[in-house]
């Protein structure tokens, strides 16, 4: 198993001024954040700030990835920025190289999630 920190970026929309906006879009981040966990049945490490009340412009969750978990990881992911509902993610290394991701195919997604994993 090897830690992975995934940073997810809050969707900019036109509710974006106002505190209510940026709050719905919080939780529905958040609620996406553990479907993910739970259909995939990750081990999470840190929620980071992902349950906080207050809106943030990015969370931070640190997984345990197996390398058996990555494909499925990878599908969810890319289908979420195809989908629209996820606009950006990135993944932080070990060594602190952070790689955002806005567009990526799923063989981009799955090799950047694995390469992480191993680092």
């Known amino acids: 198993m090897a830690d992975v920190v995934l940073k997810f970026y809050r969707m900019q929309t036109e509710r974006f001024e106002d505190e209510a906006g940026r709050k719905a879009l919080h939780l529905q981040r958040a609620k996406l954040l553990h479907g993910l966990v739970d259909t995939v049945g990750l081990d999470v490490k840190d929620w980071g700030e992902t349950d906080l009340e207050y809106p943030r412009e990015v969370v931070e969750v640190m997984l345990a990835l197996a390398p058996i978990v990555v494909p499925a990881v990878a599908s969810v992911i890319n ?15 070990k060594d602190g190289t952070e790689i955002r991701i806005s567009r990526a195919s799923l063989r981009d997604v799955q090799a950047l999630l694995k390469a992480s994993a191993s680092a």
Do not use: G, I, P, Y
């Open 79 to 93: 289908t979420w920025l195809k989908q629209r509902n996820l606009l950006a993610f990135s993944v932080k290394q």
